[in-house]
């Protein structure tokens, strides 16, 4: 199973952001032997019905595009345009198949604030995908990192009430990684003993903290795709491309 994992859009009408996006989807359909493409959160900057109407048009020539909000996205018009539904407060949690694997979208984000949070619901509907899903493995998905970056502003807006999440993933064996957006940077740790990967961001990349910088965000910098890659011994990998 090969997955193309990218995030942060932040598509709002800015020819350079749109630029940027079409050049990583164009680089993408221009490939063979993909599963999926996923996008963990921010496809818009403002939540604006407009920039999801940008958002499907984007995605609308690429098989398989599995997508989750993000702290700068709006659950109403979200809904709205990308899915055809009445617009709702309530969390956008998703499940999807391909490449024989299940891929849960949890909707990780607090209305009004940035950062994020499973709320008891998401928790509740996440063990039902993992009982579910058998013996398939499992890529859980969304887009605040819920552990510490060691990037102050990016810790400062990250997931909390990790360990309740972490007490679920532990009774389920067939997650095979938590994947996440949320840092503007590829990144990889660990998460309740799982791997927990992060995404390049595409409309900018952070500046870490020991880069000399005079901003925390480089909208210069070329965006950037996460390959991960699940072999049939369900050992995973995974190779970064700059676009």
């Given at each position: 199973?090969?997955?193309?994992?990218?995030?942060?859009?932040?598509?709002?009408?800015?020819?350079?952001?749109?630029?940027r996006?079409?050049?990583?989807?164009?680089?993408?359909?221009?490939?063979?032997?993909?599963?999926?493409?996923?996008?963990?959160?921010?496809?818009?900057d403002?939540?604006?019905?407009?920039?999801?109407?940008?958002?499907?048009?984007?995605f609308?020539?690429?098989r398989?595009?599995?997508?989750?909000?993000?702290?700068?996205?709006?659950?109403?018009?979200?809904?709205?345009?990308?899915?055809?539904?009445?617009?709702?407060?309530?969390?956008?949690?998703?499940?999807?198949?391909?490449?024989?694997?299940?891929?849960?979208?949890?909707?990780?984000?607090?209305?009004?604030?940035?950062?994020?949070?499973?709320?008891?619901n998401?928790?509740?509907?996440?063990?039902?995908?993992?009982?579910?899903?058998?013996?398939?493995?499992v890529f859980?998905?969304f887009?605040?990192p819920?552990?510490?970056?060691?990037?102050?502003?990016?810790?400062?807006?990250?997931?909390?009430?990790?360990?309740?999440?972490?007490?679920?993933?532990?009774?389920?064996?067939?997650?095979?990684?938590?994947?996440?957006?949320?840092?503007?940077?590829g990144?990889?740790?660990?998460?309740?003993?799982?791997?927990?990967?992060?995404?390049?961001?595409?409309?900018?990349?952070?500046?870490?903290?020991?880069?000399?910088?005079?901003?925390?965000?480089?909208?210069?910098?070329?965006?950037?795709?996460?390959?991960?890659?699940?072999?049939?011994?369900r050992?995973?990998?995974?190779?970064?491309?700059?676009?």
């Open positions: 199973m090969v997955l193309a994992h990218i995030s942060d859009l932040h598509l709002d009408g800015d020819p350079r952001r749109t630029d996006a079409a050049r990583v989807f164009a680089r993408l359909g221009e490939l063979t032997g993909l599963d999926a493409v996923l996008v963990t959160g921010d496809l818009a403002h939540g604006l019905a407009a920039e999801y109407t940008e958002a499907a048009a984007l609308a020539g690429t398989n595009v599995f997508h989750c909000p993000g702290n700068h996205d709006a659950r109403g018009p979200y809904r709205e345009v990308l899915f055809g539904e009445p617009a709702s407060d309530a969390p956008i949690n998703q499940v999807h198949r391909a490449g024989g694997a299940v891929f849960a979208l949890c909707d990780s984000t607090v209305p009004g604030s940035d950062g994020g949070f499973l709320d008891g998401t928790l509740a509907w996440l063990e039902t995908v993992l009982t579910e899903a058998g013996d398939a493995p859980v998905c887009h605040h819920p552990v510490d970056l060691h990037v102050p502003f990016i810790d400062g807006i990250r997931q909390t009430g990790e360990d309740r999440l972490a007490a679920l993933l532990a009774r389920y064996p067939g997650v095979a990684a938590v994947l996440c957006g949320h840092a503007h940077t990144g990889a740790t660990t998460f309740a003993g799982l791997p927990l990967l992060v995404a390049p961001g595409v409309a900018s990349t952070l500046v870490l903290p020991w880069e000399p910088a005079d901003e925390f965000l480089d909208p210069g910098a070329p965006p950037a795709v996460a390959f991960h890659v699940l072999d049939d011994n050992r995973l990998t995974t190779h970064y491309r700059v676009i």
